[in-house]
């Protein structure tokens, strides 16, 4: 596992100055923050302007969420640092009622909408709240629903329930919420708002992302500002105005988007420059005997279908969130009950699939590492150790003891590998960054040295370098006979490590690329491609529907 360090960063650096005449909506000096002695920032400084989308970008770890905590009233920094908004200075930590009349909204990870509350109920939440009235004029809250909806053209039904809606209808309510939640404070002081976005986009399709960008855009264009924290670099070429690159909880350098190169962005991250690793050629995938066979699995949306997995092969999976390539993963391993199909290793005897469980699948040397990484991934209160070792603790028994000196030894070893920081076994997973955390769940199951890995949007919040060391874990893995079965929306990261992809639609399989025929733009075509009528009817509805 290793990064080409062609040279070292010549060092960048200085803020692009803001234009003497706009005052920033928002300025940060020397913001700090340290855990029981662990640097998480060391001073940050930033300016974000009037009308401008502004990236925030970092490695794991790099102190991105923790400045987004700090600006939440989450954490409070270390003494010394200053914040001001809209030129006026902010006491920190920040305290509840001062995020309105500060103009400051904040969109997180998870969104906080509340999925059993229509899109009316969710909209005006806060601002019912906050009003303390007795009775609520519910024709006004409708109609100030609508007006807020329609403010960016947002076709959404305001008595339809969250849970029914898609994730980027989510994501676009959740930004026009936090929008809502602070126009008042910005039409009565003439004031810009600021609204930051940490990481709301992974897992949306591509059609759903402009949708997206659409709205941050329209919201620089009323003068107001957005703050967008992404780990995709060509997201954040696409639609910011400047960027500012943390490192090791410092600003790294800020860069004026359209000046700058996509190279020059990653070098910043990063610290130095990457190589990619080019595509197999066709003739090696070819050539391997099966390994994994998958006969007829059918699922929710998944018709039936037979997929086969060669020795030592990584098969990308990918297609329209519905199309039924995001359940084979969870089909494969147990996890979702399957309404048929069999498994076959190493043309051994079919296992039907409606009886597999996750631990008989364990038990074959199959690994599941889910999509949901907080949900249904890693244990958050639990160590880095315990979470390394959860699924084969047994193997530490010695004389019916727990061998604790090995497994540390073990996790410290593990971790080092695989560059998880801090490399404390003993530190819970909920004390490391999103992209360490993913670090540790994929070495636990790598560690396993399994006969069939299965992964489902394994780089999903984890940044340029990393998302590197882990393509090349995982080849390094596949060249010793581990075939590898990786379901993803993101088509670059599928034309990194598959050796063959395969496209759904509607439940099928419709298209397979293989070998040197693989890039992200041909897999990007198939997919949508993959939306296209005989007759040329339909498609824009249909795409429409699928990605709500
Ligand atoms: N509550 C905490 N206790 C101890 N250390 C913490 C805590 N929160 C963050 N850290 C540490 O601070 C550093 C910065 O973490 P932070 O979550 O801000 O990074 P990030 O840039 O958002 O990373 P990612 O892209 O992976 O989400 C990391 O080393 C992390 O382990």
């Known amino acids: 596992m290793s ?51 502004h990236g925030l970008l970092g490695k ?36 509840p009622g001062d995020f309105r009349r500060l103009g400051l909204s904040f969109v997180h990870q998870n969104l906080g909408l509340i999925p059993s509350l229509t899109v009316l109920e969710n909209l005006r939440l806060s601002s019912l709240t906050a009003s303390g009235r007795a009775r609520i004029d ?62 709301p986009t992974p897992f949306l399709p591509g059609a759903g992302v402009e949708k997206l960008f659409a709205l941050m855009r329209s919201i620089a264009d009323r003068g107001s500002s957005v703050v967008f924290i992404s780990h995709d670099i060509d997201e954040v070429m696409a639609i910011t105005d400047r960027v500012t690159v943390l490192r090791d909880g410092r600003v790294a350098g800020s860069l004026v988007t359209a000046e700058a190169s996509h190279e020059a962005v990653v070098e910043l991250i990063v610290g130095r420059s990457l190589v990619r690793s080019a595509p197999r050629a066709v003739a090696e995938t070819k050539a391997r005997p099966v390994r994994v066979a998958l006969e007829g699995v059918a699922g929710r949306r998944l018709q039936p279908c037979s997929i086969a997995v060669g020795r030592g092969e990584i098969l990308g999976l990918t297609g329209l969130i519905g199309s ?3 359940e084979v993963a969870y089909l494969a391993f147990g996890a979702t009950r399957a309404k048929g199909g069999t498994l076959a290793l190493d043309g051994g005897t079919p296992i039907p699939l409606s009886e597999l469980s996750p631990r008989r699948a364990i038990d074959h040397d199959l690994a599941l590492l889910p999509g949901d990484r907080q949900a249904a991934s890693g244990v958050d209160s639990l160590s880095i150790l315990d979470n390394m070792f959860l699924p084969d603790v047994d193997r530490f028994f010695r004389g019916g003891r727990l061998d604790h000196a090995g497994m540390r030894r073990e996790a410290r070893v593990l971790g ?18 999103g992209g360490n955390a993913q670090k540790v769940l994929i070495a636990r199951w790598m560690n396993r040295k399994p006969v069939l890995l299965l992964l489902d949007e394994p780089t ?15 080849r390094a893995a596949a060249a010793e006979g581990m075939s590898v079965i990786c379901a993803s929306s993101d088509a670059e990261q599928l034309a990194e490590i598959s050796d063959r992809v395969l496209i759904f639609a509607k439940g099928r399989i419709v298209q397979e690329i293989a070998g040197e025929a693989i890039s992200k ?24 529907e699928q990605m709500r």
């Not at 676009?172 to 002081?189: K, M, N, P, Y």
Request: no cysteine.
């Open 521 to 544: 733009d041909h897999i990007a075509a198939a997919t949508y491609a993959s939306l296209d009528d005989k007759d040329g009817a339909g498609a824009d509805t249909r795409m429409q």
């Open 416 to 433: 080092e590998s695989f560059e998880v920081r801090p490399n404390d076994p003993f530190l819970k997973l909920s004390a490391l960054s």
């Open 3 to 53: 990064l080409s360090a062609d040279r070292a960063l010549p060092a960048v650096g200085s803020k692009p100055a803001a234009p003497a005449d706009r005052t920033p909506v928002l300025e940060l000096s020397n913001i700090a923050k340290t855990f029981g002695g662990a640097v998480a920032l060391a001073g940050v400084s930033l300016d974000v302007l009037p009308g401008e989308v």
């Open 460 to 474: 999903q919040g984890v940044d340029v370098g990393t998302r590197q060391q882990i393509f090349a874990a995982l």
């Open 324 to 326: 039924g390539y995001e």
């Open 138 to 199: 519910w024709a006004a809250e409708r109609r100030a629903a609508r007006e807020a909806l329609s403010r960016f053209d947002l076709p959404l039904h305001i008595a339809e329930r969250v849970d029914r809606l898609g994730p980027v209808d989510r994501a676009l309510l959740a930004i026009v919420r936090a929008f809502e939640d602070i126009r008042t404070e910005i039409e009565a002081t003439g004031r810009p708002g600021l609204i930051l976005l940490d990481e």
């Open 60 to 95: 794991n770890g790099s102190g991105k969420s923790t400045l987004v905590k700090i600006l939440a009233g989450f954490h409070a920094p270390d003494p010394g640092g200053a914040m001001m908004v809209n030129g006026e200075a902010a006491t920190l930590p920040l305290k």
